[in-house]
T-cell receptor
Framework: DGGITQSPKYLFRKEGQNVTLSCEQNLNHDAMYWYRQDPGQGLRLIYYSQIVNDFQKGDIAEGYSVSREKKESFPLTVTSAQKNPTAFYLC?????????????FGPGTRLTVL | RKEVEQDPGPFNVPEGATVAFNCTYSNSASQSFFWYRQDCRKEPKLLMSVYSSGNEDGRFTAQLNRASQYISLLIRDSKLSDSATYLCVVNYNRKLIWGLGTSLAVNP
């Protein structure tokens, strides 16, 4: 089946620890995105990548890092510098670049920092 | 003014009702438009793209009004399974801008 997978579904970490969220897609999409969603707020863009080995900061990149070494994979690291890391993290991909194409989402990772 | 605005609701309607949501956007140069639905604690799923001429997919109809800068979603013959949050999404300057969503509850 083609799609986007994220793991794990739920993640608990202690404050001060870095944590890496996985995102894999087999849709052959060029572009991939990371969002976070907080209660009562819309999706906010953290990072995006339009092509392998290239990525750009979104609106709230501080405290996060990404890599795009393979077309299929776009992992997100939540560092200890992120002040409010507890959130629902969503990975998405699209065929084209620049948001002109529809984005398709993985099931999300719910991160709780204790 | 927010870039994309939606009435948060909730809209409570009985099964079989017709319900419509509007979404306004602030940037007149916005290029493409989408409706997504999001179930509680799940990821958003694409419902439909919105084309200039309007488009229909079964019980769902989307319209775009560029002059007044809004898009709309009409749901006919509401089902219990339509209960969800509906997100309006606008592509401006090669970036997707997300609304906060409109909550719909369809009651038996």
């Amino acid at each position: 089946d083609g799609g986007i997978t994220q793991s794990p579904k739920y993640l608990f970490r202690k404050e001060g620890q870095n944590v890496t969220l996985s995102c894999e897609q087999n849709l052959n999409h060029d572009a991939m995105y990371w969002y976070r969603q907080d209660p009562g707020q819309g999706l906010r863009l953290i990072y995006y990548s339009q092509i392998v080995n290239d990525f750009q900061k979104g609106d709230i990149a501080e405290g996060y890092s990404v890599s795009r070494e393979k077309k299929e994979s776009f992992p997100l690291t939540v560092t200890s510098a992120q002040k409010n890391p507890t959130a629902f993290y969503l990975c998405a991909s699209s065929m084209g670049q620049g948001g002109s194409n529809e984005q398709f989402f993985g099931p999300g990772t719910r991160l709780t920092v204790l | 003014r927010k870039e994309v605005e939606q009435d948060p609701g909730p809209f409570n309607v009985p099964e079989g009702a017709t319900v419509a949501f509007n979404c306004t956007y602030s940037n007149s140069a916005s290029q493409s438009f989408f409706w997504y639905r999001q179930d509680c604690r799940k990821e958003p799923k694409l419902l439909m793209s919105v084309y200039s001429s309007g488009n229909e997919d079964g019980r769902f109809t989307a319209q775009l009004n560029r002059a007044s800068q809004y898009i709309s979603l009409l749901i006919r013959d509401s089902k219990l399974s339509d209960s969800a949050t509906y997100l309006c999404v606008v592509n401006y300057n090669r970036k997707l801008i997300w609304g906060l969503g409109t909550s719909l509850a369809v009651n038996p």
